[in-house]
C-alpha cells in the first residue's frame, strides 16, 4: 500500500520559511513524478508545485515562482518543498501526490489533481501578518 506522509507545516510570520517534506514508502516510486498541492478554507485545491522523478523538470505555479522550490532525495523516497518569503496568502493545507510519470505529464498533466492517485494527509502552513 502506497504511502505519502507530509512533515514540516506550522505557523510562521510573513517572511519567514518553512521546508515541507513527504516521505513516501509502500512500493518502489521509480519513474513516478511528485507534485505539492494546496487548499486553503473555502478555496479550490490548487497546483503549487511538481518535478519529474530526474529531478530535471520542475514546474512552479506563478504566485510561487521566486519564493518556492521543489526538490527530491530518491535514495530517501522524500520530496521537498522549499518555502521563503511566505505570504499570508500562503497559508492552507498543503499536499503531497505522487504518481507514474506517463506520456502527457510534462507537457499537459503535471499541474492537474486528477492525474495523481496517491496523496498524503496534509500538513497545516499558516503565515501569519
Known amino acids: 500500500q502506497v504511502q505519502l506522509v507530509e512533515s514540516g507545516g506550522g505557523l510562521v510570520q510573513a517572511g519567514g520559511s518553512l521546508r515541507l517534506s513527504c516521505a513516501a514508502s509502500?512500493?518502489?516510486?521509480?519513474?513516478?513524478?511528485m507534485a505539492w498541492f494546496r487548499q486553503a478554507p473555502g478555496k479550490e485545491r490548487e497546483f503549487v508545485a511538481a518535478?519529474?522523478?530526474?529531478?530535471?523538470?520542475?514546474f512552479l505555479a506563478d504566485s510561487v515562482k521566486g519564493r518556492f522550490t521543489i526538490s527530491r532525495d530518491n535514495a530517501k523516497n522524500t520530496v521537498y518543498l522549499q518555502m521563503n518569503s511566505l505570504k499570508p496568502e500562503d497559508t492552507a493545507v498543503y499536499y503531497c501526490?505522487?504518481?507514474?510519470?506517463?506520456?502527457?505529464?510534462?507537457?499537459?498533466?503535471?499541474?492537474?489533481?486528477?492525474?495523481?492517485?496517491?496523496w498524503g494527509q496534509g500538513t497545516q502552513v499558516t503565515v501569519s501578518s
Open positions: 518535478l519529474s522523478w530526474s529531478g530535471r523538470t520542475t
Open positions: 509502500g512500493r518502489s516510486f521509480v519513474n513516478y513524478a
Open positions: 501526490a505522487a504518481d507514474r510519470e506517463r506520456s502527457g505529464w510534462a507537457t499537459t498533466y503535471y499541474s492537474g489533481i486528477y492525474y495523481y492517485n496517491y
